[in-house]
């Protein structure tokens, strides 16, 4: 189901800078199932190309297996969980459920998802304001165990965009996107039983290989450094990283040998795969709660964004990691960030309870960064969100967000 939007919405808190105007919603989706993961594809050609990852627990005996696989064949009992609740929705849904989980052991939740595949067309609007009418048409679905992240591999392989999921079921899996506008699954890893894959991200954020590596972290606290090669996903190396979940890896996109991980257990650290990662080379406490988002900036060297439950965003020079630049309060945990695919200047980000917002991070002091734009279109927990690059080098700006209990899509953008 989905739901045009053409009012100039004003929802912009913060000081938007001189010049910019508040964002405006274009589109909204019915995702059906709780949406927490969105990226748009980054590869020439497909760059209207937008996917959604989905998370759901539903009781076993709605749960059947055809020939395709499985599917949630009574949608009234899919778990829905008060969207009042203080807690966030993914620290629940993976600690607190697991342990009802354990109390029913003939009754198991089943954690069921689906990837949802989207074609974006965008028309220059006629009306005085000139707002743009955007129709985004759903033109694939696969059923599938829960998604908890998912990202576009930076180039093709085998001259086609691939797409890396991380599941519920604890695997890795690799999707070809076709000509067609359909998936069909290249290759996947299992990378241990009893655990959450809960992150991924590709080495190869500006440099290319045509042996390209995956970091994936889980909810035992493991990091698994997954190789690309022709035979499929190889586990090239696996180790304890932290104590409690592994929220988030990620590699330094400038030195793809240095990975990234922030968990639970409150922990920033930084390993050298060159290694066997027996020691991290870095371990930063700056953060007061769990370390749940990282990204390396693809643009700029040395400029790395962490955000954490304690709804700070730090932003940190690699070279030196004994204090952060500087730390930005954005009023909710920070689920996700996402640098500017283009100039790296900006910050998007994922705040669970506050929405989401846009970072200007042109000149980093030791003050806070500015807000850029604020969207609060939401009315649950913002989960995903992502910078589309089908305009990427004009003056206007779009980005698909998700929020999770009211499972809903959104396209905005401002200029």
Same mark, same amino acid.
């Given at each position: 189901?989905?739901? @045009?939007?053409?009012? $100039? !919405?004003?929802?912009?808190? =913060? *000081?938007?800078?001189? /010049? +910019? #105007?508040?964002?405006? %919603? ?88 689906? @990837?949802?595949?989207? $074609? !974006?067309?965008?028309?220059? =609007? *006629?009306?005085?304001? /000139? +707002? #743009?009418?955007?129709? %985004? ?279």
């Amino acid at each position: 189901m989905y739901e @045009l939007e053409t009012a $100039n !919405l004003n929802m912009t808190s =913060g *000081s938007p800078v001189v /010049g +910019e #105007r508040s964002p405006q %919603l274009l589109w909204k989706q019915d995702t059906e199932y709780s949406a927490d993961a969105v990226e748009w594809c980054p590869i020439d050609g497909y760059k209207n190309v937008l996917v959604c990852g989905t998370y759901q627990l539903a009781d076993p005996e709605s749960v059947r297996t055809t020939d395709s696989g499985t599917e949630t064949t009574d949608p009234d009992t899919l778990k829905t969980t008060d969207p009042d609740k203080t807690t966030d929705a993914t620290q629940e849904e993976i600690g607190n459920e697991q342990a009802s989980e354990n109390t029913n052991i003939d009754q198991p939740k089943q954690r069921k998802g689906r @990837l949802l595949l989207y $074609n !974006l067309e965008v028309e220059d =609007g *006629s009306g005085d304001g /000139g +707002e #743009r009418n955007v129709l %985004l048409n759903e033109v694939f679905r696969e059923e599938c165990a829960a998604i908890l992240d998912l990202k576009w591999g930076h180039q093709t392989i085998d001259g086609k965009p691939c797409l890396g999921v991380v599941n519920a079921s604890g695997e890795v899996l690799l999707y070809v996107l076709q000509d067609d506008k359909t998936f069909t699954e290249k290759c996947s890893l299992q990378v241990g039983v009893d655990r959450l894959a809960l992150s991924l991200d590709w080495s190869t954020g500006v440099t290319a290989s045509s042996t390209p590596s995956i970091i994936v972290s889980d909810s035992a606290g493991e990091l698994t450094l997954c190789h690309y090669q022709q035979s499929g996903l190889v586990n090239a190396l696996q180790w304890k990283a932290h104590d409690f979940e592994a929220w988030i890896a990620a590699f330094n996109y400038w030195q793809p040998d240095i990975v990234y991980s922030g968990g639970d257990d409150c922990k920033l650290k930084c390993w050298d795969t060159r290694t066997d990662c027996s020691y991290p080379v870095i371990v930063s406490k700056r953060h007061s709660m769990g370390v749940c988002s990282i990204q390396s900036n693809q643009c700029k060297e040395h400029i790395l964004a962490t955000g954490s439950y304690d709804e700070n965003v730090l932003l940190w020079d690699t070279r030196q990691m004994r204090r952060p630049l500087c730390s930005t309060s954005v009023g909710g945990g920070v689920w996700r960030v996402k640098w500017h695919p283009v100039h790296g200047d900006w910050l998007l980000t994922a705040c669970m309870h506050n929405g989401f917002h846009v970072l200007d991070c042109t000149n980093i002091t030791d003050d806070n960064v500015p807000i850029l734009q604020s969207y609060h279109g939401h009315e649950s927990l913002a989960y995903g969100v992502d910078w589309c690059r089908m305009q990427e080098h004009s003056p206007e700006h779009l980005v698909a967000s998700c929020s999770f209990y009211d499972h809903v899509l959104h396209v905005w953008g401002w200029s």
